[in-house]
């Protein structure tokens, strides 16, 4: 499925984030002062905040719109976005309760880390289900 955002100027970080966690709700973005290598993730320490406006991020004064698919790679997505906007991405994945970033599956495809957070989320509930019936049945 094709996929498209208009980030205006006046947008915070937040705006955007939201948006993208509507269509993908196991992953998020977080944006970086600066790159990250291949196969590995950002410093916390080099995170923006989600308050930060893109007209001061991307030095933007005009709305811009930012396409792609569900079956790109998250490599790709973070290229693209830095290509656009000038600013560093990082796709993260959510594992349980927490959010793990997706550097040593880059190659995945956007759809592909959102099942997995979602097969994972599922099968979390599924064991948690199994304990609470486990424990009844002890009681009884």
Known sequence: MKHQL???PEDS????Q???NHIYPYLKVEFFKKSHRKGQ????KDMYAGSDLFKVLAKMNEKKTFFWNDDMSIDAFEQGFRT?????????RKSGNVWLVTSATDNWTLMQQNEEGQSLEMH???????????DR????
């Open 84 to 92: 656009k906007f000038g600013l560093n991405v990082q796709v993260f």
């Open 18 to 20: 939201k948006k993208f």
């Open 13 to 16: 970080i937040e705006v955007f």
């Open 124 to 134: 979390l509930k599924a064991q948690s289900e199994n304990k609470e019936e486990f």
């Open 41 to 44: 993730g950002s410093h916390k």
């Open 137 to 140: 049945t002890e009681q009884e």
């Open 6 to 8: 208009t980030i205006h």
